[in-house]
């Protein structure tokens, strides 16, 4: 059974760098369709940054582009999210979604970011939250 954990979550300050992990377990192959997504209080659930099965493309949101990064250790199947120069708007309980039957695997990254309800497996979530 596919089981999905993120962990690294914190408080840090204004400018502060976290690195975000998710633990894919039960999982037959390490290159699914995968994703980060963040809702903060009373606000809607945002794609963050994916990662297609069909050809490796990624997606970042625009409010993370160029200070986030995606990136997975199929060997391990593990997903990081590095987070740099992070800001008090970046504050949100950040979930890990993964694809452990492989049916998203047509779908292009930004696809699996910005239209919801394709990920069925989430993990429970890990609070960022940056305050100075």
């Known amino acids: 059974q596919a089981h999905i954990a993120e962990s690294g979550g914190g408080l840090v300050q204004p400018g502060d760098s976290l690195r975000l992990s998710c633990e894919l377990s039960?999982?037959?192959?390490?290159?699914?369709?995968i994703g980060w997504f963040r809702q903060a209080p009373g606000k809607e659930r945002e794609g963050v940054s994916c990662?297609?099965?069909?050809?490796?493309?990624?997606y970042y949101a625009t409010s993370v582009k160029g200070r986030f990064t995606i990136s997975r250790d199929n060997a391990k199947n593990m997903v990081y999210l590095q987070m740099n120069n992070l800001k008090p708007e970046d504050t949100a309980v950040y979930y890990c979604?993964?694809?452990?039957?492989?049916?998203?695997?047509?779908?292009?990254?930004?696809?699996?970011?910005?239209?919801?309800?394709?990920?069925?497996?989430w993990g429970q979530g890990t609070q960022v939250t940056v305050s100075s």
């Open positions: 990662i297609s099965k069909s050809d490796g493309d990624t």
């Open positions: 979604a993964a694809d452990p039957r492989n049916a998203l695997r047509f779908v292009s990254a930004p696809r699996l970011c910005t239209i919801g309800g394709y990920f069925a497996d």
């Open positions: 039960g999982f037959r192959s390490g290159d699914n369709a």
